[in-house]
Nanobody
Framework: QVQLVESGGGLVQPGGSLRLSCAAS????????MGWYRQAPGKQRELVAE???????KYADSVKGRFTISRDNAKKTVYLQMSSLKPEDTAVYYC?????????WGQGAQVTVSS
């Protein structure tokens, strides 16, 4: 069983930066594929970025070059550094842990990009 707690969301102006954190509890964190997803009002949840246990990363085209996912296995934490934020990045951001078909989700963190 894995529990995930996101933090770091908030209100930021267009062009600004934020860093989201997702702290995990439980064992074997280092072998989980960790992902960040987002859901805007009226839209489906979509993958933003993910990082495997082997540190292979994948990004949505819409965030490539602006967002960076990373993980600290000693702290059981995954991060999403977001830069050059746009209003269309506004959404609830969710952290997900995935291993062998078992998926765990955090409660979400609101990110609002507005002037």
């Amino acid at each position: 069983q894995v529990q995930l707690v996101e933090s770091g969301g908030g209100l930021v102006q267009p062009g600004g930066s934020l860093r989201l954190s997702c702290a995990a509890s439980g064992n074997f964190f280092s072998v989980y594929t960790m992902g960040w997803y987002r859901q805007a009002p009226g839209k489906q949840r979509e993958l933003v970025a993910e990082i495997t246990g082997g540190l292979v990363t994948k990004y949505a085209d819409s965030v490539k070059g602006r967002f960076t996912i990373s993980r600290d296995n000693a702290k059981k934490t995954v991060y999403l550094q977001m830069s050059s934020l746009k209003p269309e990045d506004t959404a609830v951001y969710y952290c997900k842990a995935d291993r062998l078909g078992n998926q765990y989700w955090g409660q979400g963190a609101q990110v609002t990009v507005s002037s």
